[in-house]
């Protein structure tokens, strides 16, 4: 009888078990499937709005284009990414007023803040993908509200296809062309320095590592906390390498983080660049 018992425990356990399994795999949000969670998951500077998401009038008497300075950006979760956008025909008592956001296809948009460069007049807006949102790819769409003695005006749209990807684990090796990349790696247990193996071919293009808020590497001069890397950035930011592997360090410390970003940003105007970073494991 006791025998009995036992293997009645032992198969309700196992049923168990392989339930929480399954339970946990259904665990996160899918790009594909669930989009109107996906765009409320967001992380974003702003609020969510419900509604429809503002839009150039059908005839409007002034057509004003909004253009997204990158079309692809690769993003790993729990990492931000700064997207780049632009109003070439911006007439100077235009000024931004507000700036729309949404996931193509979903309900409700976001009011989101905006970052302005000085240099470029580019606007670039935040965005952190939350580890709870699956690999895939969505599109993000935008339109902008410009702002005159009291009158608006909404652009057209403009849109950029961010590829949502897994962190990775130290020893790893990422490729990629033109367009940003932005990927989180998870660098282990284990204290020591860390070598970062760069090859840029015969285009340049530009690398920074972001470790515990603070960028630690940067091809480019050293990034401040909060910015981001730009298309506008010095020529000396984007080394040519041909096929040597240039190499950078950095000191890594479990107890204080053990994740770094990898920023790769292709050279924007070239779109035949081409690119390989390895991150080793600390040493």
């Known amino acids: 009888m006791k025998n009995y018992i036992w293997i009645l425990l032992i198969v309700l356990f196992s049923c168990k078990k392989g339930s929480v399994e399954m339970e946990s795999a259904d665990i996160g949000i899918d790009p594909v499937g669930n989009i109107n969670a996906l765009n409320r998951a967001l992380q974003l500077k702003g609020h969510f709005e419900e509604g429809t998401f503002p839009t150039q009038t059908v005839g409007a008497p002034v057509q004003i284009k909004l253009v997204a300075s990158q079309d692809t950006i690769e993003i790993g979760n729990e990492t931000r990414a700064f997207i780049p956008l632009s109003i070439p025909d911006q007439d100077r008592r235009l000024k931004l007023c507000g700036m729309n956001m949404k996931v193509s296809g979903s309900t409700g948009f976001w009011s989101v803040a905006t970052v302005n460069d000085s240099v470029s007049s580019d606007y670039f807006v935040e965005v952190t993908i939350p580890s709870l949102i699956k690999s895939g790819t969505i599109r993000v769409v935008f339109s902008a509200k410009l702002c005159f003695n009291g009158q608006s005006i909404v652009t057209d749209t403009a849109s950029v296809v961010l590829s949502i990807r897994p962190s990775l684990p130290c020893g790893s090796e990422i490729k990629g062309r033109n367009g940003l990349t932005i990927r989180k790696f998870d660098m282990g247990e284990k204290k020591g320095k860390v070598k970062i193996g760069l090859i840029t071919y015969t285009i340049g293009d530009r690398l920074d590592v972001k470790y515990n808020g603070e960028y630690v590497i940067s091809t480019c001069y050293s990034p401040k906390k909060g910015s981001y890397p730009k298309c506008n950035s010095p ?18 410390d479990p107890a204080i983080s053990r994740f770094i970003e990898v920023y790769v940003l292709g050279y924007c105007e070239l779109p035949d660049t081409k690119w390989i970073v390895d991150v080793g494991c600390p040493e």
């Not at 020529?235 to 890594?252: D, G, L, S, V």
């Open 235 to 252: 020529a000396e930011c984007f080394p040519i390498t041909a096929q040597e592997k240039r190499y950078f360090y950095m000191n890594y």
